[in-house]
């Protein structure tokens, strides 16, 4: 954790280009998974998108409430 609060103070172009690949990469491999999970169903290819951004949004709203 130390090493990623400071290469955030020491090079902060750096640091958000990681982020962004570190969640752009996640969320593909979450959306991979959901994908062969739902494949076998013949659902649309639209559907594992939905379930994703759903999970995402419950996920939300429940640290919203534990506040």
Same mark, same amino acid.
Request: charged share 10%; proline share 6%; glycine share 12%.
């Given at each position: 954790?130390?090493?990623?609060? *400071?290469?955030?103070?020491?090079?902060?172009?750096?640091?958000? %280009?990681? %982020?962004?690949?570190?969640l752009f990469l996640g969320f593909q491999l979450v959306l991979? !998974? %959901? =994908?062969?999970?739902? #494949?076998?169903? =013949?659902?649309?290819?639209?559907?594992?998108? %939905? !379930? !994703?951004?759903? #999970?995402? !949004?419950?996920?939300?709203? #429940?640290?919203? *409430?534990?506040?």
């Amino acid at each position: 954790m130390n090493h990623l609060r *400071r290469l955030q103070a020491e090079q902060p172009v750096l640091f958000w %280009v990681l %982020v962004a690949l570190g969640l752009f990469l996640g969320f593909q491999l979450v959306l991979s !998974v %959901v =994908g062969l999970l739902l #494949g076998p169903f =013949g659902l649309p290819s639209w559907v594992p998108i %939905v !379930v !994703v951004v759903g #999970g995402l !949004v419950l996920i939300a709203r #429940g640290q919203q *409430r534990s506040r």
